[in-house]
């Protein structure tokens, strides 16, 4: 069986807690990476920060006043913890179980009480590589429906609509309905930074989408997300493929059907 060893990203990428989230940002931007340790004065692992962290509160659709505030708190006062953990050894179904019973991003790899590595839901996808092609496809396991906004949406419109609903992502729909870009909450990062401004359109820090049809395998939908380096496409309708997208599927969304007891993965 894959191990979690096999899979995980080893090292840490690591700030203290008195860190300020301004260099917490531009960790995540420097590294490419969606959370960062938070270590002690013993430099222990004690927390976590990640990029949905980050768009904790409203910070982004007040003062600048708020602003400021946000921008001089400390990764400490910001942290996950306790950490979430899986050992080395374990399997890689036992950790995206884990992941899934706790509702968290990625687990620290301890190996004899040792941090060694992280392990995240885009790192067990690695998992289904090695398993061949799956029996089910896109829509089996897609979300029906997605967070949208206009692009002239300000950003804090489009962040409020995001925490409200739980979603990393919106999707761009323009006035006749037709997807034209998408934000994450990784895109958003310069704001907290000071690499962009503070105020604006989000149609100015859209990205194309990726694509991929509900009857694609989910072998496809894993090669295309790690391939393309990102966590979600959108699933569109083949045969209106620039009408209204039909919903999500995330690497969250193959992973907790990896981790159900009944799949191909187990």
């Known amino acids: 069986m894959t191990t979690v060893r096999e899979l995980m990203h080893e090292g840490l990428i690591t700030?203290?807690?008195s860190t300020e989230l301004t260099g917490v940002a531009e960790l995540l931007r420097?590294?490419?990476?969606?959370?960062?340790?938070?270590?002690d004065e013993a430099n222990r692992a004690v927390g976590i920060v990640s990029d949905?962290?980050?768009?904790?509160?409203?910070?982004?659709?007040?003062?600048?006043?708020?602003?400021?505030?946000?921008?001089?708190?400390?990764?400490?006062?910001?942290?996950?913890?306790p950490l979430a953990s899986v050992g080395a050894s374990s399997t890689a179904a036992e950790a995206a179980a884990e992941i899934r019973r706790?509702?968290?991003?990625?687990?620290?790899v301890v190996e004899d009480a040792v941090p060694v590595g992280?392990?995240?839901?885009s790192d067990?996808?690695?998992?289904?590589?090695?398993?061949?092609?799956?029996?089910?496809?896109v829509r089996d396991v897609m979300s029906w429906g997605f967070v949208a906004c206009r692009p002239n949406t300000p950003y804090y419109g489009a962040v409020r609509a995001m925490r409200e609903r739980d979603s990393r992502s919106v999707l761009v729909i323009d006035e006749r309905g037709?997807?034209?870009?998408?934000?994450?909450?990784?895109?958003?990062?310069?704001?907290?930074?000071?690499?962009?401004?503070?105020?604006?359109?989000?149609?100015?820090?859209?990205?194309?989408?990726?694509?991929?049809?509900?009857?694609?395998?989910l072998q496809e939908a894993v090669d295309l997300m790690l391939g393309e380096g990102i966590h979600r496409?959108?699933?569109?309708d083949p045969n209106a493929p620039h009408g209204p997208p039909l919903g999500l599927i995330s690497t969250t969304d193959v992973m907790v059907e990896m981790a159900f007891p009944g799949s191909a993965w187990h």
Request: hydrophobic share 50%.
């Open 118 to 121: 992280v392990i995240s839901v």
């Open 178 to 217: 037709r997807l034209v870009g998408v934000v994450t909450g990784f895109d958003l990062l310069g704001i907290l930074s000071g690499e962009t401004a503070a105020e604006g359109e989000i149609g100015v820090l859209m990205k194309p989408p990726i694509t991929i049809g509900p009857d694609a395998s």
């Open 102 to 108: 706790l509702h968290v991003a990625r687990l620290l």
């Open 30 to 39: 420097k590294h490419n990476i969606h959370a960062v340790v938070v270590t």
């Open 52 to 81: 949905t962290d980050l768009l904790a509160g409203e910070w982004l659709s007040t003062t600048t006043e708020n602003m400021s505030v946000m921008r001089h708190m400390t990764a400490g006062e910001l942290m996950t913890t």
């Open 233 to 236: 496409l959108v699933v569109v």
């Open 124 to 137: 067990l996808l690695g998992a289904l590589l090695l398993k061949g092609p799956q029996r089910k496809v």
């Open 15 to 17: 700030c203290s807690s």
